[in-house]
Antibody, heavy 122, light 110 residues
């Protein structure tokens, strides 16, 4: 059974750094073509893809947020960590992590966590 | 503004069929596979269609996907009130090595 769970602070102040953890089970991030992605969704708005880390430690980032994002993995804990620096109120959103399988080079986000709401406010 | 364009909303009666379009700027759809996600109110998105037209295990065949040129389409037949949700198309922009989603389409089953 594949599960993912996001965790992190619910409230952060502007200019601070957000650290989110995705803890997963039911699959291994060392399996070829296995990845984890982060996606966010501001209240009432559309999904926005943020980042992806692959089994071979390749990393990919949103072009608009690239300078502020870092993704990493801890294989011993089955966790993927996302950091977002220099927070602004526009970063207020529900943040999701999703298991991502590469099929013919196409990333399929086939299992999602329930999401965690992060509010950026002073 | 997303590089994938979807209509903001569609509606149809129970039992009817509806289609949701996803058009891409430049060659993003031409050169990449398209996925579709269903987001029921208050829940996380769920993969509905991958590789343009394949359904994951457990997704009923009322849901279908297709792609032609610079556009992709999600079709839903035999509409049910439980299908009321937001639907998103998504793809991998291989030119940018980044994922992209459409702006989402709200389906109302009247």
């Amino acid at each position: 059974q594949v599960t993912l769970r996001e965790s992190g602070p619910a409230l952060v102040k502007p200019t601070q750094t957000l650290t989110l953890t995705c803890t997963f089970s039911g699959f291994s991030l060392s399996t070829t073509e296995m990845c984890v992605s982060w996606i966010r969704q501001p209240p009432g708005k559309a999904l926005e893809w943020l980042a992806r880390i692959d089994w071979d430690d390749d990393k990919y980032y949103s072009t608009s947020l690239k300078t502020r994002l870092t993704i990493s993995k801890d294989m011993s804990k089955n966790q993927v960590v996302l950091t977002l620096t220099n927070l602004d109120p526009v970063d207020t959103a529900t943040y999701y992590c999703a298991r991502t399988r590469l099929h013919l080079g196409d990333p399929q986000l086939d299992y999602w966590g329930q999401g965690t709401l992060v509010t950026v406010s002073s | 503004q997303s590089v994938l364009t979807q209509p903001p909303s569609v509606s149809a009666a129970p039992g009817q069929k509806v289609t949701i379009s996803c058009s891409g700027s430049s060659s993003i759809i031409v050169n990449n596979y398209v996925s579709w996600y269903q987001q029921l109110p208050g829940t996380a998105p769920k993969l509905l269609i991958y590789d343009n037209n394949k359904r994951p295990s457990g997704i009923p065949d009322r849901f279908s996907g297709s792609k032609s040129g610079t556009s992709a389409t999600l079709g839903i037949t035999g509409l049910q009130t439980g299908d009321e949700a937001d639907y998103y198309c998504g793809t991998w922009d291989s030119s940018l090595s980044a994922g992209v989603f459409g702006g989402g389409t709200k389906l109302t089953v009247l």
